[in-house]
């Protein structure tokens, strides 16, 4: 962004910081710090924490509103703080005029700009942005609130003020006034509550990134309403014993929460090398502060030991500049530890990462681990991008990665076996000398890799050989049974058109040839001839039903000339129980998967008839999310073995092959639910 | 009755051509496939012309449905030509699909009635004058996919035969002769059908046969 906009956040964060430094000034005026000192010291601790996180933020992304937000807030308490001791000590000097004058500051502000601040930073928070447009218009229903708020305070009449009275009073507006107060309190505790709803909804809908984000602030979100309803209720009903502390520490924990969860939350994202900052400020601070403790123990030590005391000892000086320089390697090295475990967490140091790697991939399946994969190298790296690359022949697909809502990237081909250039730093992964893949780790620019970084890197490539062969193992196993199944599929295709041209099509042609002969027979008056040609007529209708139905059994033809949606009408108009197909798709899906789905509701018919004893079954199949899913259900006695050898259970391996997965739900006494799920995507 | 014939088996075809021309037909021509069907009965003489024309469902080159789509072709491009398809395996979706257009001259039959010699004739003769001939498989796998989701329950087991049998396009004569009542009493059970199901008495048979199919393939 525009250097503009970023020294406007350096101003107000040092403006904020001078009056944070004024007012502790004016604290220590006798009185000045009030009745509480203690929450009053906190308070302006956690307005520093404002200015400090507020602007750090704003810096980093001067677009987002949250920086520019806690700024707000920042300022505007501090400079209520400030008006308070202020006005408290212009009184005690007896100068009522100033007193007026910063308690009419104080009288107002709060309302213009802490409140306001609030609600639209919960509104915000952590995108930077509205959730929708439509917010807009509350956001400026928030602006108005506070300009009429504001207003209201600026001209009120102090009734219980004593001493004092308003500058600006206007007597005329007083219950105008009065009325404002009330309304404007009641409308954001509204728009507060509004605005906590949002964030527990927008919670439920969030990325995984703006989830961890969202978790901190819901936290103190939850705590400040629960005070905040506290202390209402207590007020309403008079109990200021519990009210009064309960009020006190809603606002201490909106005052500390909104920093406190903004800091925790953004640096968890490593938004732009934030923490970079802070890992450095952290290490830079424990050293100074080791080695003043050096100094002040070792010369104020020596210097007492010695008894020189206002002689400047050069002895004691030299002996601490050289403790200072011993310790300095040490002191950094530990402070580094502990600077990386306050600001990155969860990051693993890199013995940890490659000691637990595989380990950590253990309970993953299939389809979670190359994923969980990248994420393990970005945790224990600190990147910003990763990519896990698996190779199939000649071309490099990249399969996973880290955050998950990467951008997919485009395959790479081989270049004489060897890796292609990519984007990002590229690390081989082998087996034996077979290139397998590869994984591709991209830096934060603050952050560049450093040499420890890559031989971690290339120790973990030679574990993810192993993880990377099994999958492409599993991948090359998962084809294999797809194909396994096509070509099973289309024998009995074309099993059934040979039984259909073939035997079928003769049998029709001989019974009708059998019943001419019967006729013949029966004109010249053969009764014997007749009865036995009528008989054996009758057999061959028999045999030519039964053909039928294994031919049909074989592949259904009307499967592949009109689809799934009239292979399963066809399928419960011949079913034995009366079966209901509630949903069935109109939509061409591959060979492999319509016959699967058809197969898996006629398996489940076949069972319902002949052992469910149920008088109905219901048929649902749906095409949703790019999978089919297909349910099948009876209202018969349940209980049913799903392992004793069903026709079910060897539908399985066929569900699985084309990637699906089949379940079964059988109480007894609440009837069979066969439930399936196959990918596919319509043709 | 002039017929034209359809199949890709010649055994088949022959014995159906045999068969016909003993009942009286005059089989005017024999086709193995959709485009000499469609030739038959395109560009030919009158007296060559067929009235009606037997096809098989499943021809090459695809052996799906092209009788089907030749079926259709025809009622669309000649519609005083009655079609009756044959088929190995019943699909009501097939028989909806050659019946949709709503008018008459069409038959939906399972491939092995050729065996009652009599009935299948009746069955072409049917279709060639304009009628419908319904195999009775299609109407009781409507009847079944009704019950499914509305049962038909309300009709007496009586009244299911005589639904049956009117919907395959017999007359109240035949359905009488079928279920040994007069024909009297077949027009009550005709009525009450039409009552149950709430449908419009139909002033001739097809029109008939049609809104009964209309009912049963609703869902």
Redesign the interface.
């Known amino acids: 962004m525009t250097g503009g906009t970023r020294w406007v956040a350096l101003a107000a964060f040092v403006l904020t910081m001078l009056l944070v430094v004024a007012t502790a000034v004016l604290f220590t005026v006798d009185g000045a710090i009030g009745s509480d000192p203690v929450s009053n010291l906190l308070a302006l601790f956690a307005i520093a924490c404002y200015g400090v996180v507020g602007a750090l933020i704003a810096w980093r992304l001067p677009r987002s509103a949250c920086g520019w937000l806690l700024l707000l807030i920042g300022l505007g308490l501090v400079v209520t703080t400030a008006a308070d001791a202020a006005t408290t000590i212009a009184l005690r000097e007896g100068r009522t005029g100033f007193a007026s004058w910063a308690l009419w500051l104080n009288s107002w502000l709060l309302v213009a700009t802490v409140w306001p601040g609030i609600v639209v930073y919960l509104l915000v928070f952590p995108t930077g942005a509205l959730p929708s447009r439509r917010w807009r218009s509350f956001v400026i229903a928030i602006g108005v609130l506070a300009a009429v708020g504001a207003g209201a305070h600026m001209v009120a009449t102090w009734t219980d003020e004593p001493v004092l009275a308003n500058p600006l009073a206007i007597a005329a507006l007083a219950s105008v006034a009065d009325a404002a107060f009330i309304l404007v309190s009641f409308a954001f505790a509204v728009a507060l509550i509004a605005a906590v709803v949002s964030v527990v909804l927008r919670f439920r809908r969030a990325s995984q990134l703006d989830r961890q984000a969202l978790r901190w602030l819901a936290v103190v979100a939850v705590l400040a309403g629960a005070l905040l309803v506290v202390a209402i209720g207590a007020g309403v009903l008079g109990l200021h014993r519990i009210g009064d502390p309960a009020g006190a520490l809603f606002l201490l924990s909106v005052i500390l929460g909104l920093p406190l969860s903004a800091a925790v939350a953004l640096l968890k994202r490593r938004l732009s090398g934030i923490e970079v900052v802070a890992n450095r400020a952290i290490v830079y601070a424990a050293v100074v502060a080791a080695i003043t403790v050096i100094y002040a123990v070792v010369v104020g030590g020596v210097g007492a030991a010695v008894g020189g005391g206002d002689r400047p000892d050069v002895l004691a000086a030299v002996a601490a500049t050289v403790l200072a320089a011993l310790a300095f390697q040490p002191v950094r090295r530990r402070a580094q530890v502990l600077a990386d475990r306050v600001v990155y967490g969860e990051r693993a140091s890199p013995y940890e990462l490659v000691a637990t790697f595989t380990e950590r991939l253990d309970d993953a399946t299939l389809q979670e681990l190359l994923p969980r994969m990248a994420t393990l190298v970005a945790e224990g790296t600190g990147a910003d991008r990763v990519r896990v690359w698996l190779r199939a022949g000649d071309v490099l697909r990249a399969v996973a990665g880290f955050p998950p809502d990467l951008p997919p990237a485009p395959s790479g081909r081989l270049q004489g076996g060897e890796l292609p250039i990519l984007d990002d730093k590229a690390f081989a992964v082998r087996h034996g000398r077979d290139l397998l893949g590869a994984i591709t780790v991209g830096m934060p620019p603050q952050e560049p890799m450093t040499p420890t970084t890559e031989r971690l890197l290339l120790d973990l490539t030679n574990q993810a050989a192993l993880v990377l062969r099994n999958v492409a193992l599993l991948e090359e196993l998962q084809r294999s049974r797809q194909r396994l199944v096509t070509s099973q599929d289309e024998a009995r295709r074309q099993l059934e ?1 040979d039984l ?2 073939g035997a ?3 049998l ?2 001989l ?6 002969a019967r ?1 013949q027979a029966l004109a010249s008056g053969d009764a014997e001839l007749t009865s036995r040609l009528d008989a054996a ?1 009758q057999e061959l ?1 028999r045999s ?2 039964e053909l ?1 139905e294994l031919a ?1 059994g074989i592949h ?3 499967l ?3 689809g799934l949606g ?1 292979a399963l ?2 399928l ?4 034995t129980v ?4 509630r949903s069935a798709p109109e939509a061409r899906y591959s060979p492999e998967v319509e016959a699967t789905a058809y197969f898996v509701v006629s398996e489940a018919l076949a069972n319902v008839a002949k052992h469910a004893r149920a008088s ?1 079954a219901w048929v649902e199949v749906r095409d949703g999310d790019g999978r089919l899913s297909i349910e099948v259900t009876d209202d018969g006695v349940g209980g049913a073995d799903v392992h004793a050898g069903s026709g079910l259970m060897g539908l399985t391996d066929r569900v699985e092959a084309v990637g699906g997965r089949i379940g079964v739900r059988s109480d007894p006494g609440t009837g069979t639910s066969v439930f399936a799920e196959i990918p596919c995507a319509s043709r | 009755m002039r017929v034209a014939v359809a199949d ?2 010649v ?2 075809r022959e ?2 051509a ?2 016909l021309s ?1 009942g009286g037909f005059d089989v005017v021509g024999q086709a193995a496939n959709a485009d000499e069907l469609l030739a038959l009965v395109g560009e030919v003489p009158p007296d060559r012309r067929p009235d009606v024309a037997v096809v098989d469902i ?1 021809m090459p080159p695809s ?3 092209e009788g089907l789509v030749a079926a259709k072709t025809i009622r669309a491009e000649h519609p005083d030509i009655g079609v009756l398809v044959l088929s ?2 019943i ?4 028989a909806m699909d050659l019946l949709s257009d709503g008018s008459g001259g069409a038959g939906y039959l399972l ?2 009635r ?4 009599d009935g299948f004739r009746d069955a072409v003769q049917r279709v060639g004058e304009g009628g419908s001939a319904i195999d009775p498989e299609v109407i009781a ?2 009847v ?2 009704k ?3 509305d049962p038909i329950a309300d009709l007496t087991d009586r009244e299911r035969d005589v639904l049956a049998l009117m919907a395959q396009g017999r007359s109240n004569r035949a359905i009488g002769a079928a279920l040994s009542l007069s024909e009297k009493t077949v027009e009550a059970h005709v009525r009450a059908i039409f009552t149950k199901l709430g449908l419009l008495p139909a002033p001739d048979e097809n029109r008939r046969v049609l809104a009964v199919l209309a009912f049963l393939r609703s869902t």
């Open positions: 058109r259909h041209d079928q099509q003769r029709v042609t019974s009708m040839d059998l019943r001419m006729e007529e209708a030519l039903a039928r049909r259904p033809a009307i592949t000339q009109n009239a009408r066809s419960a108009e011949r079913s009366l079966v209901e197909l109905r | 890709d088996s055994l088949f014995g159906l045999r068969l003993d499943r052996h799906t449905t190995q395996y699909e009501t979706e097939h491939k092995d050729v065996a009652d010699i796998r409507l079944q996919r019950r499914a989701v």
